[in-house]
């Protein structure tokens, strides 16, 4: 079927399979090979580009990695590559100055990634803080420069940065800088338009190769799941799964993005809810709302939002799904192997929390409301998520949720073990009700330590005694799966209950407030450079 995308405000039209990444349609159709391609899995970055959609709110900016998105993703959306910003024939975008002018590119393989990340960043959010701008770039990787020569070049977009606090960060090409965002040097371009509709054209039956379809109701997606229910068709939002699971490619894949239902969010006393085709990002903005305007829950939502935001990279909370990071662990428990791989913090972190997934039969139209240990042991043949909800604390004590995870980064990396615990403290002891969730313990799913959260009922925070009973008990119950580590993951499980038992006391001592926190804050980087001059190797020496 011959597609259309809007590539730099232009349409260009090629006839490909509705699967094939927007990277491989950029440089093999559109002749626009500024986008690299490396890793192929979403965590290099060098095929960051930014697609523009329309959103209730106005025109919303993603940096995406062009590897994963396939170009029936990107139908209804601006395509904006490193062509589409500014070229020495008609001038640069202020982010390609700043990096040129600060050193920023060596090989500059990386190059067109990371200013894309950036753009999409001012693009969002014109006055962001230095703290935002460096977490924001947590998908890009160089291997020549160190970062430091980068991120001093994108700081210097935010009103908070100070040329002081980055060692007198200097300039070998001492071009001028745009300081206006609007007024750029390149070719003027019509605004985007976004086309009336956005649907991938439906094939006439049969399905033939990789199929691509696109309900726009609730209605519709059911019907297409009782349709080719033989198919064993994928539900996509982001199609982030590809760069996880890169030998599973779906005969047929249903785009639920339209789909209203699916979109919806609210925030009320009872708690947040939000559609199936939520994104990551989407969802912590969302926590983020509901925790100002409820502020009794905003310590409550701070674990889970700190969790979301270790969860991949800026590129794939974009555009990934909670729920579609959930399904994916969900779909492949079966595969011991695999899932080993992709413990989903997400997963943890909702069951830490009793959020419930409402699901809904294609065929029968019946609602079921399920915990996320009852998602992982329920048949999902036939059926799919229309909504989660995550419930405010309801108790009259002092609720305490926090999130844990252990990998080899701090982004962009699987965990070895992750944890998500909650309590009511009443009058000094632990209430009825809390949640000791553990991910990477057992092979498959997270699981809840249930035999240690009847033991906790009662117990008194202050008593050393009873932790040191508790820990005996969590340490016979754990029975870590597995060959490997099995030693590692169960004392990291054992500290997690540990600085959770720590962040439950009422007072600690100095020396203890670190070890109760389950996040060590990462203050703005910062870094100087230094060099000798000597003249009599001029030109190749600095002057």
Not at 172 to 197: D, G, H, K, Y
Not at 348 to 353: K, N, V
Not at 355 to 372: E, N, Y
Request: glycine residues 8%; hydrophobic residues 40%; proline residues 7%.
């Amino acid at each position: 079927v011959p597609i259309t995308l809007i590539i730099n405000r232009r349409t260009i039209t090629a006839t490909v399979p509705p699967t094939r990444s927007r990277n491989a349609f950029s440089r093999q159709h559109a002749q626009r090979p500024g986008t690299k391609q490396l890793c192929g899995e979403g965590g290099c970055g060098v095929c960051t580009v930014v697609l523009t959609a329309t959103s209730p709110t106005g025109l919303v900016h993603r940096a995406v990695n062009s590897c994963l998105r396939p170009v029936a993703a990107c139908r209804g959306m601006d395509i904006t590559t490193i062509e589409g910003l500014g070229s020495e024939a008609t001038g640069y975008h202020p982010v390609q100055e700043r990096l040129a002018n600060n050193n920023g590119t060596q090989c500059g393989f990386c190059s067109p990634g990371f200013v894309m990340t950036m753009y999409s960043i001012l693009s969002n959010n014109p006055s962001p803080s230095t703290a935002q701008i460096e977490s924001s770039l947590d998908g890009n990787i160089c291997r020549c420069t160190g970062y430091r020569s980068i991120l001093t070049a994108f700081k210097s977009f935010a009103p908070d940065f100070s040329p002081l606090l980055e060692g007198q960060a200097g300039s070998c090409m001492r071009a001028p800088l745009f300081s206006n965002l609007a007024t750029l040097p390149v070719e003027a371009s019509p605004p985007f338009q976004p086309p009336s509709s956005c649907r991938y054209p439906l094939p006439a039956p049969p399905l033939n190769g990789p199929t691509w379809l696109t309900p726009t109701t609730q209605k519709e997606l059911a019907s297409y799941l009782v349709q080719y229910a033989a198919m064993n068709p994928m539900l996509a939002v982001g199609s982030t799964s590809l760069g996880v699971f890169q030998g599973h490619r779906p005969q047929l894949t249903i785009d639920v993005c339209s789909v209203p239902e699916l979109q919806s969010t609210s925030v009320s006393a009872s708690g947040v809810t939000f559609g199936a085709a939520t994104t990551i990002a989407d969802c912590i903005t969302l926590l983020e709302t509901a925790g100002r305007a409820y502020p009794n829950a905003a310590s409550f939502l701070e674990g889970i939002i700190l969790l979301l935001g270790r969860v991949a990279t800026l590129q794939v909370r974009s555009v990934g799904s909670v729920v579609g990071n959930v399904m994916m662990a969900v779909h492949h428990q079966a595969d011991p192997e695999s899932i080993n791989s992709f413990p989903s913090d997400i997963a943890t972190a909702l069951m830490g929390c009793q959020a419930t997934f409402d699901v809904i039969h294609a065929a029968g139209g019946t609602l079921r409301s399920l915990l996320v240990d009852q998602l992982y042991d329920s048949p999902m043949a036939g059926w799919f998520v229309q909504k989660v909800h995550i419930p405010f604390p309801a108790g009259t004590g002092k609720v305490v949720l926090q999130t844990y995870k252990t990998a080899g980064r701090r982004v962009n990396a699987h965990s070895v073990v992750n944890g998500a615990m909650q309590a009511e403290i009443v009058n000094g002891g632990i209430a009825k009700g809390c949640v000791i969730a553990l991910g990477g313990i057992r092979l498959g799913k997270p699981v809840r330590m249930t035999q240690t959260e009847a033991a906790m009922v009662g117990v008194r925070v202050d008593d050393a005694k009873a932790f040191q009973n508790l820990c005996m008990v969590l340490s016979n119950e754990l029975r870590v799966e597995g060959t490997e580590t099995v030693e590692y993951k169960a004392a990291l499980a054992l500290a997690y209950f540990y600085k959770f038992f720590l962040a439950l006391q009422p007072s600690l001592h100095h020396g203890l407030v670190s070890a109760a926190k389950p996040w060590l804050p990462r203050g703005v980087s910062a870094g100087t450079f230094g060099y000798q001059v000597h003249p009599d190797e001029f030109p190749c020496t600095l002057r």
